[in-house]
């Protein structure tokens, strides 16, 4: 479909945005995007949020897409722009949400000579996208946009498509604006399902129904996977990150394949066959010396019953069917009791947040070493979804947590963040005072680098000294996390016990406003 109007290049894009159901655009622009810059006044229909650090508007996509269902658009600046990007985007490809990059080049006219800013950009940008385009002229940008749109759809999951736009295509006479086409409905793949039913029946225990993209976003899908389980005498599982799972009072508990490899092959010890609901064959996530890279024991079989761009509900329900599964509600437990004195412990922690959570909040757990405990206590908090860093690079949580809220608008939104993690795109807090988003962060401080000395054991690595000590702390300076979310203008506080930290949550999730804790552990 096209929408004719006389545009330039970079109006034309923005009514192919609106048009195309793309709404928002996460962007730290600079000078070859001054004329998408000023479309926005021009034409209506898509919210710009302004980041301080390229990974803060990747990573804001990457949140927003998650909770909102439809992909946003970054706006980044040439090459080095997209590049400071790339770790976000890195585990935006993982969690296999739609981004758009929209990024600016210089005018065709001009790449030709050797400017400072000259780089390979088409080359950087397919290292993280599945679609790359540069628009070649101010009337091709508005088929182009809508191309683009369509990429980032994959089935039930989403895509990186990223969308160059040399400067002069963006101020050219001859716009034309046009919008992408539906998104067609996500595949249906049924016929695994005869034989995973067979597999789960005859195996029992000795079988895993492992619960990936699609098995875990829904509470229906989980319902589904714990019905199965009660059925056929099999274990269900989650994969140990998930894009999205729903959790607390009321739904279904899955527990998660453990994150330490030594305890993710004890939990696999004796696995005959696995079956796949949207999850790939667990790997672990480091190589160990003398240790597997696969999880699953050797010759146990593997079975594919959906991948992840399928419609993996739909596989799962003709499953349940198969066996005579029916979903049942999972017991309500209540809700942990919260330690009254003593120092601050994970396991306070976590007791505090399932108590102060409100219903319907979104988790952004980027808690790292912290956080691997909190499921159990977890299951008691009030019905919230969890959103986790599916591709291990580190700088997710604040930016996805400014995704999530304006993806989500009205719900609660709490990041789980580790002191070491934060500082990676502490820019974020800015962007969360500016558009007022109601956004508990609780930065977990103790002051190391903790994943890494557990790292270093796992690798057998040993520190004989000072030097190899200093890398892995945070001490000598401390972090003063208080007085840098003020500087972003972001309200803080400091606690060092649980009833303290319950009672700054639940000040925090009153204010409906952005604010942080911190937490000495």
């Not at 040439?78 to 990024?103: T, W």
């Not at 046009?178 to 399902?193: F, K, S």
């Not at 000795?206 to 589904?224: D, F, I, K, Y």
């Amino acid at each position: 479909m096209t929408l004719p109007r006389d545009l330039n290049g970079a109006e034309s894009l923005v009514q192919t945005l609106a048009a195309s159901g793309v709404s928002c655009c996460f962007a730290n622009p600079g000078t070859s995007e001054m004329h998408f810059v000023a479309a926005l006044d021009r034409i209506a229909g898509v919210r710009c949020v302004l980041g301080l650090f390229e990974g803060v508007a990747t990573g804001a996509a990457d949140g927003y897409y998650r909770m909102a269902g439809t992909p946003a658009a970054t706006l980044l600046h040439l090459g080095p722009g997209l590049a400071n990007g790339l770790a976000n985007l890195h585990n935006a490809n993982k969690a296999r949400s739609g981004v758009l990059n929209i990024v600016g080049d210089h005018a065709l006219a001009h790449a030709r000579f050797e400017s400072p800013l000259k780089s390979d950009l088409a080359g950087i940008a397919a290292s993280v996208s599945h679609w790359v385009r540069c628009s070649a002229s101010a009337p091709a940008v508005g088929a182009d946009g809508a191309a683009a749109v369509q990429a980032t759809r994959d089935g039930a999951s989403g895509r990186l498509a990223t969308l160059i736009l040399p400067a002069d295509t963006a101020w050219g006479a001859g716009g034309c604006a046009a919008a992408a086409l539906p998104a067609p409905a996500a595949p249906v793949q049924l016929d695994a399902v005869p034989a995973a039913a067979r597999l789960l029946r005859e195996q029992g225990e000795r079988a895993v129904l492992l619960l990936g993209q699609g098995g875990t976003r829904s509470e229906h899908a989980l319902q589904l996977g714990a019905a199965i389980s009660a059925r056929t005498g099999c274990r269900v599982l989650a994969e140990f990150y998930n894009a999205r799972m729903p959790g607390g009072r009321g739904r279904a508990r899955i527990e998660r394949l453990p994150y330490a490899l030594d305890l993710a092959l004890q939990k696999l010890a004796g696995t005959q066959a696995l079956v796949l609901a949207g999850a790939a064959d667990p790997i672990g996530f480091f190589a160990y010396p003398g240790k597997p890279s696969q999880l699953k024991p050797p010759g146990a079989a593997l079975l594919t019953l959906a991948a992840p761009h399928e419609d993996v509900p739909a596989a799962l329900q003709a499953l349940a069917e198969a066996v005579g599964a029916v979903p049942v509600a999972p017991e309500t437990p209540a809700p942990p009791a919260v330690p009254v004195q003593g120092a601050l412990t994970p396991a306070g922690a976590a007791a505090a947040i399932a108590a102060a959570l409100p219903e319907q909040a979104v988790v952004i757990d980027e808690a790292i070493s912290t956080g691997r405990g909190f499921g159990s206590a977890m299951a008691a908090a009030a019905p919230h979804d969890w959103l986790q860093g599916m591709g291990g690079a580190i700088g997710f949580g604040l930016p996805a947590a400014v995704g999530a809220a304006i993806g989500a608008p009205g719900r609660p939104v709490l990041a789980l963040i580790g002191d070491g993690s934060a500082m990676y795109t502490v820019q974020a807090l800015w962007t969360m005072a500016r558009e007022a988003l109601p956004i508990v962060v609780l930065v977990f401080a103790n002051r190391a680098y903790r994943i890494l000395q557990g790292e270093l054991q796992g690798v057998g690595a040993t520190i004989s000294g000072d030097k190899a000590r200093a890398m892995l702390s945070l001490d000598h300076p401390a972090l003063d996390w208080v007085a840098l979310a003020r500087g972003h203008g972001v309200p803080a506080v400091r606690v060092d016990s649980a009833a303290a930290l319950a009672h700054a949550l639940r000040d925090g999730f009153a204010s409906r406003a952005p604010c942080l804790i911190e937490a000495l552990l």
